[in-house]
Structure formats: C-alpha cells, structure tokens
C-alpha cells in the first residue's frame, strides 16, 4: 500500500475538523473569505489535468518541500495571470506551494500532535519515511518527526535520524538541541512567557555599544531570556569588544538564559581579525574564546586558547560549560523597526490561552510590529488554536503587523491549515 494510500481513510474527516475549527475561531467577514471545499476540490483537479500534459510541471506542483523554501510565510500563491492581465505580483507577496499528494498525511500528522496523539504521530511520520524516503514532499516529514523527537527528549531517535536524513539528502546531519524546548516538570526549567529584551547589535561594534550593553544588562535584571543578535557584524574594534566581553560575563553570572543569534558568523568575523603572534588589543581574542564556549565548540575553544597561549604567552580561562544557551539561525534576525520580541510559551493550552492573549495584546500597544517568538513553543494544542486565531486577528484588524519566528514544523503545518497566514507571517526553523 502506498503512502498517499496509507493516509487516505482519515483525510475528509481531518480536513473537515479543521475547517469547523477555523469557521468557529473567524468573525463573519472573515469566514467568508475562507476557501470552500468545492474550490479545494476544483484546484485538485486542475493540478490532475497538469499532470496529465506535462509530467515535469506536476512534480513541480508535488513539491510540498514548505520547509525549506526560503522565508516559508504559509500563504496561497495567486492563480497564474493571462496575458494582459494585471502584473504579477511582487516577490514580497505571500505565497504556499500547489497542493500535493503530500499535504494530506503531513495535515493529518499536524492535527494528530496538536491534539497530543503522539503514538500516532509518530507511528505515521515514521511510516511516511520508509514508504517513499525521497518521494516530493517527505521532506517535510523529516523535519516534522526530527522536531517530534526534539520536543520529545529523545536525543538517541533524534540523532539516527539525523544521520539518515543527512544521506539521504547528502547534506550536513541537523544539531540537536539541549534548550531549545525547556518543559515545565520535565526539565525543571520555568516556562517563561511576555517580553524578551534584544540586543541587534550594529554593523560596526565599538565604544558606542556601551549604552546598549548597560541598558540590556538592566533590563536583564527582571528577565530571564536575554537576546543577543551578531548578523549584522562586520567589523569590531577592541572597544566594542570588550564591552560585550563584560556583557556576556554579567549575564552567565546572573544565570540568565541567552538567545545568540549568527554567533557563528560572529566567530569568523572574529577569527578574520586576529593573527597568532601578532600582540594587538586581546579583547577580540578573549570574546572569540567567549562566544565558542556559549556555542559549545569546546574543540575550537581548545585550540584556540593554545593560539591564545602562543601570541601573549597567557593561558585563557580554562574551558567549562556554558548554562542555558540557544543558538538561533541567522534567518531569525530581528525585523527592522520591531522592539523586543515576544517569547511565546512551551504549549497554548486552552486553560491558559486567554491569559497569553492579555499579554500579547499589552505587548502589541507599544509597537506597530507584533513578533512572536516561538523558539521555545513546542505545541499549540487544537482547541486553544481556535481562540489564538481570534485573538490575533483583532490585533491585525487593529493595523498591527503580525509576525511568529522560528515556528516547529509540526505546529507551522497546524497554523498553515487554519490559515494563520491569512493575518500573519509565519516563519519556521532550518534543519
């Protein structure tokens, strides 16, 4: 049995499910806009008709990769235009791939976990990959069941299938992660939630950083996640080091869990401006040597302090490991005009959702660009989707722009069918 076979039995009841959901969380006006399933069924058939003239063409269509196109926002791409008709539109509009063969089960999957039947969700994930582990479209389904085992604490699944997907794809394994998701009562860690103060620091890094340095290291003292952004780095003087040496050291002292966003762009920039045997200022040394043990690279930590050693002959700081640090992608830059983002919680639970919608909503009176955080968010649980759709389509209708960053694909699969897209840019994480 194939693996569109597989996973058809449960796809009209799952599709209908979703669409009771969304027409249930969306004011009348909305639920008008929202697609009705006689066009669902009239765009299959177009993509049947394409299969039919041009078998390149339809595997273009299949391609459901909606994890690794860049900057996914989960939106409709606009129908093709005739000639002379209006001009296409402009790259900065939303688009999503044609529906596939594919979407059904990753659909399916997406509800399953967001209704926690995690046996299920695992099970069909897995049943996925060995039916077709090439075939358009799976390639969603690894990055849904590397997430599964991530968010689950299963670093030993995590990693096999890391291996598997890195020959398969002939690319480097994805990374596991210690902190990306902190579970409450599993970890021991809080679930923290409301605003995370940032730091984006400027393209050249020197004495004038220290104001910023002083003001987050304040802000510091009454938040528990602190954001630090190195993309935007090319160039750093001896003065602009040191002040985040200083940075970095007073918030690991104040056990503050740090976000480093392009930390490993940072440690080339860094290593570019330093010669073995040359004595200039240390400090772009001494935060190199920083920045690789909050990123763990305890082996270029090493060889660096013997480079260290050579050029001043002194010892650096022996290497020890770092508290809660999280690296972020570089795609996951501060949008220009944002303040500080919005960390959102581990999971949206029913419960405590209209809660979390109060804190939002005084977070977004103070800027025009609403950014939501969700590296730590690890499910959206089905019935609580509902209530946050609602909730941040009152803040859209308001004017203000709506932004979630590094979203788990088994959660942006749960948004994208609930047409989250439609009032907010939806921005998943990289394997």
Same mark, same amino acid.
């Given at each position: 049995?194939?693996?569109?076979?597989?996973?058809?039995?449960?796809?009209?009841?799952?599709?209908?499910?979703?669409?009771?959901?969304? %027409?249930?969380?969306?004011?009348?006006?909305?639920?008008?806009?929202?697609?009705?399933?006689?066009?669902?069924?009239?765009?299959?058939?177009?993509?049947a008709r394409a299969t039919a003239l041009k078998i390149d063409a339809i595997e273009a269509a299949m391609s459901f990769d909606i994890f690794h196109a860049p900057e996914p926002p989960w939106s409709r791409r606009?129908?093709?235009?005739?000639?002379?008709?209006?001009?296409?539109?402009?790259p900065d509009e939303q688009w999503q791939p044609a529906p596939s063969p594919m979407a059904a089960p990753i659909e399916e999957i997406a509800m399953a976990y967001a209704r926690q039947e995690l046996e299920t969700?695992?099970?069909?994930?897995?049943?996925?990959?060995?039916?077709?582990?090439?075939?358009?479209?799976?390639?969603?389904?690894?990055?849904?069941?590397?997430?599964?085992?991530?968010?689950?604490?299963?670093?030993?699944?995590?990693?096999?299938?890391?291996?598997?997907?890195? !020959?398969?794809?002939?690319?480097?394994?994805?990374?596991?992660?210690?902190?990306?998701?902190?579970?409450?009562?599993?970890?021991?860690?809080?679930?923290?939630?409301?605003?995370?103060?940032?730091?984006?620091?400027?393209?050249?890094?020197?004495?004038?950083?220290?104001a910023q340095c002083d003001r987050l290291a304040q802000l510091a003292i009454a938040h528990p996640i602190i954001r630090i952004e190195f993309v935007a780095v090319t160039q750093a003087d001896a003065a602009g080091?040191?002040?985040?040496?200083?940075?970095?050291?007073?918030?690991?002292?104040?056990?503050?869990?740090?976000?480093?966003?392009?930390?490993?762009?940072?440690?080339?920039?860094?290593?570019?401006?330093?010669?073995?045997?040359?004595?200039?200022?240390?400090?772009?040394?001494?935060?190199?040597?920083?920045?690789?043990?909050?990123?763990?690279?305890?082996?270029?930590?090493?060889?660096?302090?013997?480079?260290?050693?050579?050029?001043?002959?002194?010892?650096?700081?022996?290497?020890?490991?770092?508290?809660?640090?999280?690296?972020?992608?570089?795609?996951?830059?501060?949008?220009?005009?944002?303040?500080?983002?919005?960390?959102?919680?581990?999971?949206? !639970?029913? %419960?405590?959702?209209?809660?979390?919608?109060?804190?939002?909503?005084?977070?977004?009176?103070?800027?025009?660009?609403?950014?939501?955080?969700? !590296?730590?968010?690890?499910?959206?649980?089905?019935?609580?989707?509902?209530?946050?759709?609602?909730?941040?389509?009152?803040?859209?209708?308001?004017?203000?722009?709506?932004?979630?960053?590094?979203?788990?694909?088994?959660?942006?699969?749960?948004?994208?069918?609930?047409?989250?897209?439609?009032?907010?840019?939806?921005?998943?994480?990289?394997?």
């Amino acid at each position: 049995m194939g693996i569109f076979s597989f996973f058809k039995r449960r796809r009209t009841t799952a599709a209908s499910e979703a669409d009771d959901l969304l %027409q249930s969380a969306l004011p009348p006006p909305a639920r008008q806009r929202a697609p009705a399933g006689a066009d669902k069924e009239a765009a299959l058939r177009d993509i049947a008709r394409a299969t039919a003239l041009k078998i390149d063409a339809i595997e273009a269509a299949m391609s459901f990769d909606i994890f690794h196109a860049p900057e996914p926002p989960w939106s409709r791409r606009p129908p093709r235009r005739a000639a002379g008709d209006s001009p296409a539109p402009s790259p900065d509009e939303q688009w999503q791939p044609a529906p596939s063969p594919m979407a059904a089960p990753i659909e399916e999957i997406a509800m399953a976990y967001a209704r926690q039947e995690l046996e299920t969700v695992e099970q069909n994930l897995q049943a996925a990959l060995r039916a077709q582990p090439r075939a358009a479209g799976t390639r969603g389904c690894w990055s849904m069941l590397l997430d599964f085992y991530q968010i689950t604490g299963n670093a030993a699944q995590f990693d096999n299938l890391a291996i598997d997907y890195a !020959s398969t794809f002939e690319t480097f394994p994805p990374l596991w992660s210690n902190s990306r998701y902190r579970i409450a009562g599993e970890t021991g860690a809080p679930s923290y939630t409301g605003v995370m103060p940032t730091l984006a620091l400027p393209a050249i890094v020197d004495g004038t950083i220290n104001a910023q340095c002083d003001r987050l290291a304040q802000l510091a003292i009454a938040h528990p996640i602190i954001r630090i952004e190195f993309v935007a780095v090319t160039q750093a003087d001896a003065a602009g080091c040191q002040a985040l040496i200083g940075l970095l050291k007073n918030l690991q002292q104040s056990q503050r869990e740090l976000i480093l966003v392009g930390a490993a762009e940072m440690c080339r920039l860094l290593r570019s401006q330093v010669r073995i045997g040359r004595r200039d200022a240390d400090a772009p040394w001494i935060l190199l040597l920083e920045i690789l043990k909050l990123s763990q690279r305890e082996k270029d930590y090493r060889e660096t302090s013997v480079d260290y050693r050579v050029t001043y002959n002194v010892s650096a700081q022996p290497y020890e490991k770092p508290g809660a640090v999280f690296l972020a992608d570089a795609q996951n830059r501060q949008t220009p005009g944002s303040p500080d983002r919005f960390m959102m919680p581990v999971v949206v !639970s029913p %419960q405590a959702c209209p809660a979390l919608l109060e804190k939002i909503a005084a977070y977004a009176s103070r800027t025009a660009i609403v950014v939501l955080d969700c !590296s730590r968010l690890a499910r959206v649980d089905f019935e609580a989707a509902a209530t946050l759709l609602a909730g941040l389509q009152a803040l859209a209708g308001a004017g203000k722009t709506i932004e979630l960053h590094d979203v788990n694909h088994l959660v942006a699969t749960l948004l994208g069918i609930l047409h989250f897209n439609e009032i907010s840019k939806i921005l998943h994480h990289r394997y």
